[in-house]
């Protein structure tokens, strides 16, 4: 079965950094781009970042572009969000994403919270 586990959110003050894990299980995770998402409550879910199956290839969401860095480490089968420089407006639930056998997979998402 796939899974996709976050880790690593917490409360930070504003300028502060956090570094997001999200551990994957049951598919070939070096086959697959991934993806980090993150939504607040009344709002949808906004992209962040998006890496290719290899590593060479990311993007990013305009609000975190020069801040935030996706990383993977394939053979761990982990991804990672590293973020920077904080702003009250990044607090969401953040979720690790994947579409895996052509099915949306997530995980069950890890609150970061930006406040002082």
């Known amino acids: 079965q796939v899974h996709l586990v976050e880790s690593g959110g917490g409360l930070v003050q504003p300028g502060g950094s956090l570094r997001l894990s999200c551990a994957a299980s049951?598919?070939?995770?070096?086959?697959?781009?991934m993806a980090w998402y993150r939504q607040t409550p009344g709002k949808g879910r906004e992209v962040v970042a998006g890496i290719s199956a290899s590593g060479d290839s990311t993007s990013y969401g305009d609000s975190v572009k020069d801040r935030f860095t996706i990383l993977r480490d394939n053979e761990k089968n982990i991804l990672y969000l590293q973020m920077t420089s904080l702003k009250p407006e990044d607090t969401a639930v953040y979720f690790c994403?994947?579409?895996?056998?052509?099915?949306?997979?997530w995980g069950q998402g890890t609150q970061v919270t930006v406040s002082s």
């Open positions: 049951g598919f070939t995770f070096s086959n697959y781009g």
């Open positions: 994403y994947a579409r895996v056998y052509s099915t949306d997979r």
